[in-house]
């Protein structure tokens, strides 16, 4: 049955810059992102990493991670929860600093310029973010509190002050973070850079290692996850301790392969080993040997942390006896020997990727101890071929006594042995380093401490903080603290005896800044605390955490360090800060990361003002699964907002169709598309949809759920192509959602403007599939769109068989007294065909 149906001639077309701004508005005026601590609603705390308000603002690579963000804070809005989706600002830092320097302006006045770019950004981008909770962490107000969180940790003997070697340009005279060396060279005067010992400050987050490992709690990725396993460094082995053979010295060797321990030949120390110089006292080339050791001290100072060098070595002319074997081991300074792991001097064998290298390289004594299981592989294993290395599959050679055996069978059994011969005992090393927090840098929070003559170090009281950093301060490198010269910070008195004092005049690591951040969003204006317990009871741990890997090491690791430091001390009771993590990946144009220095940046201001910000938004989900790195080409952005406006004048021709055919009592309910006019058949009832309708239900909330935002996109995008004709009022309402976490600026508009809602879309509950009925399925006729020009004219109910061919359906048009008024001069000769779904017939 083919009815024909009144609609509105109005046109319609989507007009983005007319009603966006009005729908940001309205949302900001309703305080719909406003999070409620005292809802009984469950809660859901979405975060994407607070970001550094650059001068440059953002650009469509930035974009992704926030609309990723505001797609899963608007979801689970729409699901019924709680959201908590904040905003603020890591606002600390070098990059301000150097701004200073260079072009004369206040750090202060670059980053609030900054934050205010950025701001006006991510309100265009239609992000619904709390912005009752913003937080700047260069406001006294929030440093206040890092500063008072150094105080928790310092009571607690987790911060600490001692010497270490800083990076020093002796051209600037300054200290220089680790991001300001390039290639060993100061990356402001291109000088060489040499480390320098300086007083610093510590955080002692080698005292969680082991727990830093322990990820059982969270969903993270295993990148991540390994990231940070490799980065703390756990290793298990055996000390051995040996004579200096013509030396009143003994070494303390450490091991981890103690599996090949009758294999070690030789023996590794690092050039910076205390005990380096009495080692070679009386040998003959003992200048020399310091000498390339302190060349090898320089030239391992240019490499990023982790980096491994080309390994470089010298003879100290000294053999350590061997306690298993009383073989003499020739001692040599290696650079792979780090002073601070372990004890700074390594056994060697064959069955280490680096040792063996080494001992190529230099024609050392090797001898196997662990051979293949495989009897064709042993001789290259023997005869030095190749490094063998397996230890889980691999067969030991000595002792005798365990003689073929497989060394993970017997690796308890073997480590008893040595340890009971009395020159051997377990320990347990970490490659993680404490944390120096310490910065020779301005813009930062200053480190609340007071040095008195007589009272020594004492904490800055609670009560007298924050610590204010003095806004007159002269920027330019001078070989100190830029706080160093100015008189009247750093003096003060004792607060112990009131003797004249001097202030620390170092600032703190802005990583210090970023890693508690999250925990004063739950509470941003508590002026007596960094956060009150129940507030974080309520918002902690981050439900979601949004960023890109490259954090995955430090500021992941700091934020996770500081919340088990905290809960230690009482002020917590959570132990993980993030419960879920994902990784967003990064945006390429010309297969380059997009940076300004490059010059391949993409500034999504422009694109807003052309497309809208909705169709931006579901570009940057379409492009690419979220998680990968993905190509930018601008030239995808028309087919979005394509996509967009057929959504937009369907709904909205469909909205008035209704609208006249009630004014005309007409019982049907129409489907309408396109500037002409549609007709369709069979009216549905009010909680009735179609097949297509269901399963596109069905799909994309598997998807939300899933993060595959860009199949999200196109499953409605494949929707709209095939479907959009048959769409009646309650599946126009039902789409409407379906879009609104990606696209919420067309959803609102059309769910309140067209559909006559009084309420925001994002207070509608989100579709559920039990909520609809299932139209009858005629099993003889199928719904077919008759298009011109791809503009859907006919929405029919077509007898399958006729529907199958194209020649088919030509004839069944030709005998339909309907389709003869729509084409009076006959069917357009030319045709594009899809059987069962649509005929589009190609005129202009």
């Not at 330019?476 to 004792?494: D, K």
């Not at 192509?721 to 309402?733: C, D, I, P, Q, S």
């Amino acid at each position: 049955m083919k009815q024909e149906l009144p609609i509105s001639t109005s046109k319609v077309s989507y007009q983005p810059n007319q009603f966006e701004a009005n729908w940001r508005a309205y949302w900001q005026e309703q305080q719909l992102a406003k999070a409620d601590d005292h809802s009984q609603k469950p809660k859901y705390y979405c975060l994407t990493m607070f970001p550094y308000p650059s001068g440059e603002g953002l650009h469509v690579g930035h974009w992704r991670g926030y609309v990723m963000s505001d797609i899963i804070a608007r979801y689970h809005k729409m699901q019924g929860y709680e959201v908590l989706h904040p905003m603020g600002w890591d606002a600390f830092g070098l990059p301000a600093e150097n701004r200073a320097i260079k072009q004369g302006i206040h750090p202060q006045a670059s980053t609030e310029q900054a934050i205010a770019n950025m701001r006006r950004q991510l309100q265009e981008m239609g992000a619904l973010f709390d912005w009752s909770r913003e937080i700047n962490s260069s406001d006294p107000s929030y440093y206040r509190f890092t500063q008072e969180i150094f105080l928790t940790l310092y009571s607690q003997g987790l911060a600490y002050r001692r010497e270490a070697l800083v990076n020093w340009c002796p051209s600037d005279q300054t200290v220089l973070a680790n991001e300001q060396v390039v290639e060993g060279n100061c990356e402001r005067c291109g000088t060489a850079v040499v480390k320098k010992p300086l007083k610093q400050w510590f955080f002692k987050i080698t005292d969680y290692a082991e727990e830093l490992l322990d990820f059982s709690q969270i969903d993270w990725p295993t990148k991540v996850k390994t990231m940070q396993t490799n980065w703390i460094g756990k290793s298990t082995g055996l000390v051995m301790t040996g004579q200096v053979k013509d030396l009143n010295l003994k070494l303390e060797s450490f091991s981890a392969h103690y599996l090949a321990a009758y294999a070690d030949s030789f023996v590794v120390i690092a050039p910076e080993h205390h005990l380096l110089d009495e080692l070679i006292v009386g040998t003959a080339n003992a200048e020399q040997i310091r000498s390339v050791a302190t060349a090898m001290i320089e030239k391992r100072a240019k490499l990023d942390y982790g980096q491994t060098p080309e390994p470089e070595g010298i003879f100290t002319g000294r053999y350590l006896i061997d306690p298993l074997t009383q073989d003499a081991l020739p001692i040599w300074v290696a650079n792979y020997a780090l002073a601070d792991y372990g004890t700074g001097i390594v056994r060697c064998s064959a069955h280490d990727e680096r040792d063996f290298a080494f001992a190529k390289k230099y024609n050392l004594p090797l001898k196997a101890g662990l051979l293949p299981p495989q009897p064709e592989r042993q001789s290259a294993v023997k005869n030095f071929e190749e490094c063998y290395s397996n230890f889980d599959e691999g067969l030991i050679v000595w002792p005798d006594s365990l003689a073929g055996q497989p060394a993970r069978l017997v690796a308890q059994e073997l480590k008893d042995h040595l340890i009971a011969t009395g020159s051997a005992r377990p320990q347990t090393n970490y490659r993680l380093r404490d944390w120096l927090i310490s910065r020779q840098r301005y813009w930062g929070a200053p480190i609340p401490i007071i040095y008195c003559p007589d009272c020594g170090e004492v904490p800055v009281p609670v009560e007298d903080l924050p610590v204010h950093l003095p806004h007159d301060v002269n920027f330019q490198p001078g070989g100190e603290s830029p706080l160093a010269r100015h008189e009247a910070f750093w003096q003060t008195v004792c607060p112990r005896c009131g003797q004249t004092a001097r202030r620390e005049t170092d600032t703190m690591d802005t990583f210090v800044d970023s890693s508690w951040y999250f925990l004063r969003f739950a509470d941003p204006h508590n002026d007596k605390k960094p956060f009150d317990q129940e507030k974080i009871a309520r918002w902690l741990p981050v439900d979601q955490y949004i960023g890109g890997v490259e954090h995955a090491i430090l500021h992941l690791l700091y934020a996770r360090f500081i919340t088990k430091a905290l809960a230690d001390a009482g002020q917590l009771t959570i132990r993980e800060p993030f419960k879920r993590l994902f990784n967003i990946g990064m945006i390429y144009l010309d297969g380059k990361k997009m940076s300004k220095s490059k010059g391949n940046i993409v500034n999504p201001d422009e694109l807003v003002a052309q497309y809208g910000a909705d169709a931006l938004r579901g570009y940057e989900m379409f492009i690419a699964p979220p998680a990968p790195d993905a190509e930018w080409n601008s030239a995808g952005l028309a087919g979005v907002y394509r996509f967009l406006a057929k959504i937009y004048e369907a709904v909205t021709s469909l909205s008035l169709a209704a609208k006249d055919q009630a004014a005309q009592a007409d019982s049907a309910y129409p489907a309408a598309y396109g500037t002409q006019g549609i007709q369709v058949s069979n009216h549905a009832s009010s909680q009735t949809i179609n097949r297509p309708m269901i399963e596109l239900l069905e799909r994309v909330d598997r998807d939300y759920q899933d993060y595959s935002f860009n199949t999200v996109v196109s499953s409605l995008m494949t929707y709209a192509k095939y479907h959009l004709g048959e769409m009646n009022l309650t599946e126009a309402k039902l789409l409407v959602r379906l879009l609104a976490p990606v696209f919420p600026h067309l959803a609102e508009e059309l769910w309140q403007r067209c559909l006559g809602h009084d309420q925001s879309v994002f207070l509608a509950s989100w579709p559920k599939k039990s909520d609809y009925q299932l139209a009858a399925e005629d099993s003889t006729t199928l719904k077919f769109l008759v298009q011109v020009d791809g503009k859907t004219r006919l929405v029919l109910d077509l007898p399958v068989a006729a529907a199958q061919s194209e020649a088919a359906v030509r004839d069944w048009l030709a005998s339909d007294a309907l389709v003869a008024t729509r084409f009076p001069d006959g069917l357009p000769p030319k045709a594009r065909f899809i059987s069962s779904k649509v005929i589009n017939f190609l005129v202009n």
